[in-house]
């Protein structure tokens, strides 16, 4: 039998689970109906919350952690199967025709007629996937030794009011070398990617049902209202309704 161009998994996990690094050679795009799950790669993180997905290309080392009840849906695609798939890993706004679409495929088996409704489904679910808006839901890795010591102290101790300055100390640098060499290896400035990782530790925070108060104040924040303008900015509404929009009441 011809190996079907995409083969859907569903599963679902617990808060805390974790699936040790690996590689498929087909591309994934997984798709988190509820809780949040990251994805660690070589060249950074990329945070997946409720509502959104991540396109992992084949052949990509990873690995994945859960955060809350997690209900993970996965589309494995030959990467061949059609042209202008992304080439790289990206967290992607799931339309609510691609969810609908992800969710129908649950239920193909993979013997589908190649002329048949089935069929269908899987070609729309393709030509979706290449016009999916990507978001800026990643934490890029930097390359050096010395930056990426500097990034693990800045995850540790996010908290803290951490300034270029004292980023430069803590390296060994003058401001202005380390702002170069930041840039050059991450393509964030040092206080974009503090932002970025503040961000998205929040997400992982608050998907164990922590308060906005609480992750506020752990990230760094003055207040609940400056982090939930920044949460705001990036995902379109505040953390109290996209974690209510996005709660399923079954779990």
């Given amino acids: 039998m011809t190996r079907p161009p995409i083969l859907p998994l569903a599963e679902n996990y617990a808060h805390g689970e974790h699936i040790a690094a690996h590689c498929h050679d087909r591309a994934q795009l997984i798709h988190a109906i509820s ?4 994805v660690n790669t070589l060249e950074g993180s990329w945070v997946v919350p409720p509502g959104r997905g991540v396109w992992v290309p084949s052949g990509s080392q990873h690995d994945l952690r859960m955060s809350g009840m997690v209900r993970m849906r996965t589309l494995f695609i030959d990467p061949g199967v059609r042209a202008g798939l992304p080439q790289q890993c990206q967290v992607v706004e799931i339309s609510p025709l691609l969810r609908e679409l992800i969710i129908c ?4 088996s993979p ?6 409704r089935e069929a269908r489904v899987m070609a729309l679910i ?31 101790a996010s908290g803290e009011p951490w300034t270029l300055t004292r980023a430069a100390q803590f390296c060994g640098l003058n401001a202005r070398t380390l702002t170069r060499a930041f840039q050059r290896e991450t393509g964030l400035s040092l206080v974009q990617w503090l932002r970025r990782m503040r961000l998205l530790a929040g997400l992982d925070a608050l998907a164990t049902g922590r308060s906005v108060l609480e992750v506020a104040l752990d990230q760094g924040y003055d207040s ?27 779990l």
Wanted: overall charge negative; charged content about 20%.
């Fill in 35 to 38: 809780g949040v799950i990251t």
């Fill in 105 to 108: 495929a649950m239920d193909i």
């Fill in 111 to 116: 013997g589908y007629a190649a002329d048949g």
């Fill in 126 to 156: 393709l030509d979706e996937i290449r016009v999916l808006p990507v978001l800026a839901l990643h934490v890029p890795s930097p390359r050096s030794a010395l930056l990426q010591e500097l990034c693990e102290a800045l995850r540790l």
């Fill in 224 to 250: 609940p209202s400056a982090f939930s303008a920044m949460f705001r900015r990036t995902l379109g509404v505040s953390p109290s309704v996209y974690f209510g929009r996005n709660a399923d009441p079954a």
